[in-house]
């Protein structure tokens, strides 16, 4: 696939994402490299491979869900850097 400076540009404007000359080049170089390699990995005979979700053998580990006591409000905040009331106080960050 064909990946131009005006494709990566043309990207970059729809993701809000301001690059130099210098970056677009850059980019249009390292995004061609990755799609060429897709590419050669598409080429692959992979029907006799088994699906696998991850390479190690993984299993869950499971406990009894039980009920137990929480911690008391004043142990809960006592290192919190702000608190307001029974919550903990956070900085603003919607404006």
Same mark, same amino acid.
């Given at each position: 696939?064909? %990946?131009? +400076? ?5 990207? $970059?404007?729809?993701? =809000? ?15 061609? !490299?990755?799609?060429?390699? %897709?590419?050669?990995? +598409?080429?692959?005979? @992979? +029907?006799?491979?088994?699906?696998? !979700?991850? %390479?190690?053998?993984?299993?869950? @580990?499971? =406990?009894?869900?039980?009920? !137990?006591? $929480? ?18 106080? @956070? ?5």
């Amino acid at each position: 696939m064909d %990946i131009t +400076k005006n494709t990566v540009k043309h990207v $970059s404007h729809l993701a =809000r994402i301001d690059l130099c000359d210098k970056e677009l080049d850059k980019l249009a170089v390292q995004l061609k !490299s990755i799609l060429d390699f %897709i590419d050669k990995l +598409k080429e692959l005979d @992979v +029907k006799d491979v088994n699906a696998a !979700s991850h %390479i190690l053998p993984l299993n869950n @580990v499971f =406990r009894e869900d039980t009920l !137990s006591e $929480s911690l008391p409000l004043e142990e809960t905040l006592k290192n919190a850097p702000q608190k307001n009331d029974k919550f903990f106080g @956070v900085p603003k960050v919607i404006e």
